[in-house]
T-cell receptor, first 113, second 113 residues
Framework: AQSVTQPDIHITVSEGASLELRCNYS??????LFWYVQSPGQGLQLLLK??????LVQGIKGFEAEFKRSQSSFNLRKPSVHWSDAAEYFC???????????FGAGTILRVKS | DTEVTQTPKHLVMGMTNKKSLKCEQH?????MYWYKQKAKKPPELMFV???????INESVPSRFSPECPNSSLLNLHLHALQPEDSALYLC????????????FGDGTRLSIL
């Protein structure tokens, strides 16, 4: 069965510093991968998705992610973090059947000024 | 602004009440979803509708009753809920084919007294 692991429960970075959030997946075939962000009191917003092709994917709000099949990873990066990026970030993989997403446990990002 | 609209934003109800949560989308999506999210946890899938037919029920208790009156609307009828049902209820929609990105509403914060 598919699974997603986000090893970091919390991450704190300084404003203006670079960011990398880790995501590892388990999936037998080529995965469909997603990153979502959730601000307090809001729903999930899609940041970016990977289906196939170029392994470096650009998303909204200056985020990018790199798919590495050899490492089963899909890490999210941003070169310079803004205070408004403080939120919870979820990595997800499309399930092998049905319209289902398998979510990781999430990483809470704190930004210090 | 979110393209998936959920009402109400907040709901407080007693364990004997009957209430409904509503979700509406106008993106032409033919798959719609209900999720339950507890604090600091990822969303948990409850139901999936595809072309207005229930395609997935994740063994949800019968006190939750979904309804999809048309391709734009999704309801969740609530009856005799328990305190542990207090959570954020999220609606999402997507294209009906597999592994399409899901678009989420901002949710209904439900509290059971």
């Amino acid at each position: 069965a598919q699974s997603v692991t986000q090893p970091d429960i919390h991450i704190t970075v300084s404003e203006g510093a670079s960011l990398e959030l880790r995501c590892n997946y388990s999936y037998g075939a080529t995965p469909y991968l997603f990153w979502y962000v959730q601000s307090p009191g809001q729903g999930l917003q899609l940041l970016l998705k990977y289906f196939s092709g170029d392994t470096l994917v650009q998303g909204i709000k200056g985020f990018e992610a790199e798919f590495k099949r050899s490492q089963s990873s899909f890490n999210l990066r941003k070169p310079s973090v803004h205070w408004s990026d403080a939120a919870e970030y979820f990595c997800a993989v499309g399930a092998a059947y049905g319209n289902k997403l398998v979510f990781g446990a999430g990483t809470i990002l704190r930004v210090k000024s | 602004d979110t393209e998936v609209t959920q009402t109400p934003k907040h709901l407080v109800m007693g364990m004997t009440n009957k209430k409904s949560l509503k979700c509406e989308q106008h993106m032409g999506h033919r798959a719609m979803y209900w999720y339950k999210q507890k604090a600091k946890k990822p969303p948990e899938l409850m139901f999936v509708y595809s072309y207005e037919k229930l395609s997935i029920n994740e063994s949800v208790p019968s006190r939750f009753s979904p309804e999809c009156p048309n391709s734009s609307l999704l309801n969740l009828h609530l009856h005799a809920l328990q305190p542990e049902d207090s959570a954020l209820y999220l609606c999402a929609s997507s294209q009906a084919s597999r592994n399409q990105p899901q678009h989420f509403g901002d949710g209904t914060r439900l509290s059971i007294l």
